[in-house]
Structure formats: structure tokens, C-alpha cells
């Protein structure tokens, strides 16, 4: 989705960042499972959309991605950074996706082994066989308990534009059976979506949604659009996608559209109605990262409801 399609006036110290990130990320910090009632913190549901390795594409380096705690170098930052540099313990592995060999995925995972949630990104072009992603997934999956689910980006967008029909992500699940249900199967929805005639059949065969709005100033519509998507799928879980860059007008988000949808995203999580929110930026911003970590902070312990 985010890959095919932040100056701050604080000087962070690097070992301050490192500190920060351990006590976030410490191994007595209770997390409860996903759509749990009992003590949700927003914190909980807030994930970071990170890069393992640079594509080339927007302002992100070809191969490996920068370990820093430089707001204005957010885009080049790898998945530990990003997450430190907002101040959360859950990441999205995206980019180029999952790999097909286990050597490729363990030494992607090391770096975020001490992170409470992830998911990772599903990104094959045709055939769109995923045998050998989920075969490497299994055994991910051993190692690191806390990966809940994958994404399949860009599903109803460039993936649909390459072939990818409903069949192949029914073939998929059919093939994650035998990893019965400890893995959760999401996909990416962009609000123009929702009069693709298609959309209708993928929908059973998804456990829930990432949804995001391409256009910014079509953000005040953002809690409508969640009930659309729910009447899509009635009881499915949503995540959603706050964009720290305007990519449908290509200009820096305006600070009172990424203001609102923090807000109106709060509003959902505080009623119950969406599981998870992941913030997407893959060019640099850094006035949009540091107000984006003051936001994080002055809400993480808000208290939510429960889909």
C-alpha cells in the first residue's frame, strides 16, 4: 500500500532513545490480547509501519535501513527505530514483505524480538503462491510467539491490478489452516474501495481490515467510512492507517487533518470500534514525527473499549 504508491526541536541522545525503547519494551510490561476488555491502554493498539529493507522507492535507501533516532531521517529508519522514535512497541513489517527463505526472515526478526505485536507483510506476484512465505511463517511463528497476523498490502489496489482475485486469498487460508488460528489474516482497504464490486468476495475470507484513505482532505469522514467497512463485514476487526504524509496530494500533511484523524481515531478505539491504528510515513516529516510522538505520549494510557 504504502510502499508501491519527519526537525524536531528536541535533540534526542542516543542512549536516551535506547533507554526509552527498553523500558517500552521491557519483558515485565503486561500486554493484554487483542480485542481484550481488561486494562487496554490506547498504547496497546498503536503500531508503526516499519521498512526492513530500503526499495529505493520515496526517500528510503536501497538494502539495509538506518538504525538512528533522528526524526528527520525517518524514512531511512529500520522498524526498531521508527518505533522508538514514536515511542511504541507493536510494528508492521511491510515493504517488500515477508521472505521466501528462513535465513532472510530470522535476521529481518532479530531486530524486533523484543516487540509486543507483529505483523507481517504478504506480497507475492503471480502465480500468488504462498507456500513457501507460510512455510517460513510456521516456523517464525515458533520463535516469535507475538506475530499475529499478515497483511496482504495493497490487496484490493496494485496486488487486484496484478491478478490477485479472491480465490488466491481463499487458496491462502486453505493453506494457513494448519496453522490454525493463531495467526490472523488481514487485508489492506482503501475507502475508494468500497464500490469495487469485488470487494464483496474478499471479504469472508478475511479476518479483518487495515483500512486507509488515500486523500487527506477526505479525512473527516473517517469514522463514517470505519461503519462502512463494518457493514462490509460486520464483527471483523479494523485497524486503520493514519498517514503522517499526504500521498494523494503529495505535500506534508496539514496539521489540522493530522490532528483530526488522530482524534477521530481515538474516538473509535475509546467505542470500541477498531482494534488497532498504524501510523504510515515513508518520506521525512519531522515536525509531523515529533508532534506525532507527543501525541502518542499524551494518550497512551487512555483507556478503550472493546470490539
Not at 49 to 61: C, D, L, R, V
Request: contains cysteine; proline residues 7%.
Amino acid at each position: 500500500m504504502f510502499a508501491a504508491n519527519m526537525r524536531s526541536n528536541t535533540i534526542w541522545a542516543g542512549s536516551t532513545a535506547l533507554l526509552c525503547l527498553a523500558s517500552v519494551l521491557a519483558p515485565g510490561h503486561s500486554l493484554g490480547e487483542p480485542g481484550s476488555k481488561a486494562g487496554r491502554k490506547l498504547l496497546d493498539m498503536i503500531y508503526v509501519w516499519g521498512i526492513p529493507i530500503g526499495n529505493g522507492a520515496y526517500e528510503m535507501p536501497k538494502g539495509q535501513m538506518l538504525r538512528t533516532d533522528d526524526p528527520a531521517k525517518f524514512a531511512q529508519a529500520d522498524p526498531p527505530s521508527r518505533a522508538a522514535l514514536l515511542g511504541v512497541h507493536n510494528v508492521y513489517m511491510a515493504g517488500d514483505g515477508l521472505p521466501n527463505d528462513l535465513q532472510t526472515a530470522e535476521a529481518l526478526s532479530k531486530p524486533v524480538a523484543q516487540m509486543k505485536r507483529i505483523v507481517w507483510e504478504l506480497t507475492p506476484d503471480p502465480p500468488f503462491l504462498y507456500t513457501p512465505k507460510l512455510n517460513v511463517l510456521k516456523t517464525l511463528k515458533s520463535r516469535y510467539p507475538q506475530i499475529e497476523g499478515v497483511v496482504l498490502d495493497d490487496m484490493m489496489t496494485s496486488r487486484k491490478d496484478r491478478g490477485l482475485r479472491p480465490q488466491h486469498v481463499a487458496a491462502l487460508r486453505q493453506e494457513m489452516a494448519r496453522m490454525g488460528k493463531s495467526i490472523k489474516v488481514y487485508g489492506n482497504v482503501y475507502t475508494k474501495n468500497f464500490s469495487d464490486p469485488l470487494l464483496p468476495e474478499y471479504i469472508p475470507l478475511l479476518d479483518g481490515f487495515l483500512m486507509a484513505e488515500w486523500q487527506a482532505d477526505d479525512l473527516p469522514k473517517l469514522k463514517d467510512n470505519v461503519a462502512t467497512l463494518a457493514r462490509f463485514g460486520p464483527g471483523k476487526p479494523t485497524m486503520v492507517a493514519l498517514y503522517l504524509y499526504d500521498y494523494g496530494k503529495n505535500r506534508k500533511m496539514p496539521r489540522h487533518l493530522m490532528q483530526l484523524q488522530c482524534e477521530k481515531a481515538l474516538e473509535l478505539a475509546k467505542e470500541g470500534r477498531i482494534t488497532g491504528i498504524v501510523f504510515v510515513m515513508v518520506n521525512n516529516d519531522p515536525d509531523t514525527v515529533v508532534w506525532t510522538r507527543d501525541w502518542i505520549r499524551a494518550h497512551a494510557e487512555d483507556s478503550l473499549g472493546a470490539q
